[in-house]
């Protein structure tokens, strides 16, 4: 059974960073396309960016320039560096494949304030 272990979120300022990371237990991780999703308070989970195993990555437009998505296959680890934060990314931050296969982790709490 696969799981999903995430971490390395806060309590961040507006503007601030943070760098959330994703392991996942399994030697499946290299091939697979990783994503991270995130909830905000009241709303439904959503898709945030994605990682393909040769690196070729993709981003919600509401995130673009701001966030980065990497993958250390080595460590069945991925990653979102998370830059110039706004109010509005308050939100559980999940990561899974993409289409979502596997049981979901605990999630990672990100908190931006203004």
């Known amino acids: 059974q696969v799981q999903l272990v995430e971490s390395g979120g806060g309590l961040v300022q507006a503007g601030g960073s943070l760098r959330l990371s994703c392991i996942a237990s399994?030697?499946?991780?290299?091939?697979?396309?990783m994503a991270w999703y995130r909830q905000g308070p009241g709303k439904q989970r959503e898709w945030v960016a994605t990682i393909r195993s040769g690196g070729t990555t993709n981003y919600v437009d509401s995130v673009k320039g701001r966030f980065t998505i990497s993958r250390d296959n080595a460590k069945n680890t991925v990653y979102l560096q998370m830059n110039s934060l706004k109010p509005e990314d308050t939100a559980v931050y999940y990561c899974?494949?993409?289409?979502?296969?596997?049981?979901w982790g605990q999630g990672t709490q990100v908190t931006v304030t203004s």
């Open positions: 399994g030697s499946i991780f290299s091939t697979r396309i």
């Open positions: 899974n494949t993409m289409p979502s296969t596997f049981p």
